[in-house]
């Protein structure tokens, strides 16, 4: 009976004389707006609708009271009373005057600005629709200028990241209208934008830059503690192992014993109630015994002297073990014959070069596959090498060919480099790891881990590859410990299935970086994250299944030829700079907001004899697996189900055509990028195509092209996988798959190592380096 009462009160309302007494008054506060709380609030609401604005066109002053409560009770769960809401606030706004709404100017703002962005389509469109009238845009760009900035980047980031393609429609017409209607205010508030994406990407770096310093703080501090629990008479071994310290044979081999879990570890140690054992255990850095390398050592004298004894007093005892270990023990030991330092420690061996080698090699079994993936402190791994991705990240991690030291297996899978002066402060560790190829990993025979330095036949460490079951396993981590230090430690996590480290990824490489990587969240599995792609690099794609659609998306920043830097005809040069600039901006902005002229990003796919099998467009907008979601002003995507491709397709390229009657070139179209997204929203790869001299006066260009791994290369039992080369080629023959295709031809018959940067190998260290041409 809400809304019969209030379809009474209506009528008494009219009634009210002006002023309004404070009896009146009260009706508003104490009636009608507590109502607005209500959860059935749909059901008489546009009574309560009539009743309010009949008040506030009584004393347009009220209008501002009745702003600030459904701005201060926002029902931030509940979508459907967010619409409700937006409706009343656009009433209020239409019978009231600017002058009495100055003290809800920053939170309307705000609150619009969120809803522009909300992640529920139809609140979003319901904010953008609010800018259709022309009294709420005069009012909002007139008195909201200091606030525009927020409202804009919330209308960019729709544009380039929302889901809905109606939302996306709507927010390119108000970009449109906000252009028309005050294009300085438009410019100022663009410019801010982008000022505040780039505050906040230093930001993002600094707080990096601050955790990786506190991170290694706290393991000089475990370092001292754990360096305090060993014993202390062993002050007449300090000597010799000084010697020892200055002088090592090139030739020495250790033997790492194998890596338990680190539960087993800690059962010895006392329990902490702050940090885990686990925890604790993982990320302890192993002891130094060379003087000028030795951690932060105790304040006094004495402290001093009984820390460097305990050192050398646990070096010795592990020097007279002569390479054995028990089971159980996560030790490093080393051989007879060895009498270097830096292989000391019970946690892992430190690598105090700048390059590192590891090789597998083996006597009998199954052929083994070595990949390497570089995981960041967030738990996210950044970048992998596999045999069809040989460089990554500008030479940080490389593949080559065979160690060339001796006593090796008949058999080598190659030889992944590191560079370890070239990982950023945000790698965590470096995990290496073997696919077995057909057979399984038990049926191996004498298979050998081997790791050198600086050059290939300067081997450092050795150990076997003991009790692996299963086709994949972790043979080995490299683990940051702090501002250049790392260390190398053996691990045995193997899994029953995979062939690729993408198959794993849940299982395997989580639980290792899980154990290795501080705060990372025990439910949390790892994710696969390469943003840096460069031209000719290659990424791999889960395996194909129904279930694991992926959507490829590629956008653009829009910006007229006069501020890129560009001679075209739009530069300011006879004076009329703000002119020319406004006509510029107009032609970028204008051309793509219709449905005929723009950019048209859509997949072709290719047999195996390179003859056209179709295509994806906006036209055609479904088949071969693929849907396309519609254009839009900043970006374009697809959904492709791998699993629905047709066999006989074996290559389908990402291509990009300009399709415009009053631009002919691509220099309005800024920064194009790909990202390839998997069904939960995370962002696989991402790949930022060069805007360079090779795309000017192009027609388009050919962002990159997926292609099954027995076509390009692979191992032939894992045909079914596809992957990603980034390629970044201009497109000059037409605007047409027709045109375009021998042109596609040409690509389709090209390797995947015609377009990676090419490698030689440098003469004095023996080390391949990566040249740029």
Not at 472 to 482: E, K, N, P, S, Y
Not at 601 to 611: E, I, N, P, T
């Amino acid at each position: 009976g809400v809304g019969e009462m209030l379809d009474v009160l209506v009528r008494f309302i009219g009634a009210f004389s002006i002023p309004l007494k404070e009896d009146h008054r009260q009706v508003l506060f104490k009636i009608l707006l507590p109502l607005h709380k209500a959860e059935w609030l749909a059901v008489f609401h546009e009574k309560l609708l009539e009743c309010t604005k009949k008040l506030c066109e009584k004393e347009p002053p009220l209008a501002e009271q009745v702003i600030s409560f459904l701005l201060r009770c926002w029902p931030f769960r509940m979508a459907s009373k967010q619409m409700l809401f937006l409706s009343e606030i656009d009433d209020m706004i239409s019978i009231t005057t600017p002058q009495s709404l100055k003290t809800v100017y920053p939170k309307l703002a705000k609150r619009l600005a969120d809803c522009l962005s909300c992640i529920n389509s139809d609140v979003a469109e319901k904010a953008l629709l609010m800018w259709k009238s022309d009294k709420f845009m005069r009012f909002m760009v007139t008195n909201c200028k200091e606030h525009m900035p927020d409202i804009i980047s919330a209308l960019y980031n729709n544009a380039t990241q929302h889901w809905h393609h109606t939302v996306h429609t709507r927010t390119l017409e108000v970009l449109k209208l906000l252009l028309d209607r005050d294009p300085e205010l438009f410019d100022a508030s663009s410019a801010k934008h982008r000022k505040s994406c780039e505050e906040m990407e230093k930001k993002e770096t600094l707080r990096t830059r601050r955790w990786a310093k506190l991170q290694m703080m706290h393991d000089k501090k475990q370092l001292v503690t754990q360096t305090h629990k060993s014993p202390t008479n062993t002050q007449s071994v300090l000597p010799e192992l000084n010697k020892a310290a200055r002088s090592r044979p090139p030739s020495t081999v250790a033997t790492i014993a194998p890596q338990t879990p680190a539960s087993n570890v800690a059962q010895n140690e006392s329990p902490s109630p702050r940090i885990p054992d686990t925890y604790r255990e993982s990320r302890r850095a192993p002891e130094r015994v060379d003087s000028a390398e030795r951690p932060l050592s105790p304040r006094s004298p004495r402290q001093k002297a009984a820390a460097s004894s305990s050192a050398a007093a646990g070096a010795t005892a592990q020097h007279q073990q002569g390479g054995a270990s028990s089971s159980g023990q996560n030790a490093i030991t080393r051989s007879a014959s060895s009498t270097s330092p830096r292989l000391q420690g019970s946690k892992g061996t430190f690598l105090d070069r700048e390059r590192y080698a590891v090789g597998v090699s083996w006597e009998n079994g199954p052929e083994l596959d070595l990949q390497c993936v570089v995981v960041d402190y967030r738990g996210r791994i950044i970048e992998a090498v596999h045999e069809l991705s040989p460089v990554v990240a500008g030479a940080l991690a490389r593949r080559s060919g065979q160690l060339a030291v001796p006593d090796l297996g008949e058999a080598q899978s190659g030889t992944i480099w590191l560079n370890l002066s070239c990982l950023g402060r945000g790698v965590a560790l470096v995990v290496f790891l073997v696919c077995s190829r057909g057979k399984k990993l038990q049926e191996l025979k004498g298979g050998n881990v081997h790791v050198a330095e600086e050059s290939r036949d300067k081997e450092i460490a050795r150990f076997p590859l003991e009790n692996l079951v299963g086709a994949t396993a972790v043979v080995a981590i490299i683990r940051h410990g702090g501002e250049k230090s790392w260390s190398l430690h053996r691990s045995a996590e193997t899994s029953k299935t995979g062939k690729h480290f993408m198959d794993v990824v849940d299982t395997s490489l989580t639980k290792v970086i899980r154990e290795a990587v501080p705060n990372f969240p025990k439910k949390q599995k790892a994710l696969v994250t390469i943003c840096g792609l460069a031209r000719g690099a290659v990424a791999s794609l889960p395996l194909p299944s129904p279930s694991k659609w992926l959507f490829v998306g590629v956008s653009w920043d829009l910006q007229p030829a006069s501020s890129s830097g560009s001679t075209s005809a739009s530069s300011p040069q006879n004076g009329h700079k703000d002119k020319e600039s406004k006509e510029a901006l107009d032609k970028a902005v204008g051309h793509i907001c219709t449905p005929e002229d723009g950019l048209v990003v859509g997949l072709v796919f290719l047999d195996s004899a390179g003859k056209l099998l179709g295509s994806v467009m906006p036209q055609s907008p479904e088949g071969f697996g693929a849907r396309h979601g519609g254009r839009s002003w900043l970006g374009q995507g697809l959904i492709v189900d791998f699993s629905s491709i047709p066999q006989e397709a074996v290559q389908v390229f990402v291509v990009v055509f300009l399709i415009s009657s009053t631009v002919d070139k691509l220099d309005p179209f800024q920064r194009p990028h790909c990202c390839i997204v998997d069904p939960a929203g995370c962002e696989l790869m991402r790949y930022k195509v060069v805007h360079g001299n090779d795309l000017v006066g192009a027609k388009g260009f050919f962002v990159g092209r997926f292609f099954r791994y027995g076509e390009l290369g692979g191992v032939s039992q894992d045909a079914a996988r596809w992957g990603f080369q980034a390629l970044g080629a201009p497109c000059t023959t037409g605007t047409t798959v027709e045109a375009t295709l021998p042109a596609l031809q040409q690509l389709f018959g090209q390797p995947l190592t015609a377009f990676q940067t090419p490698q030689c190998v440098a003469p004095d260290a023996g080390v391949p380096r990566v040249v740029s041409l």
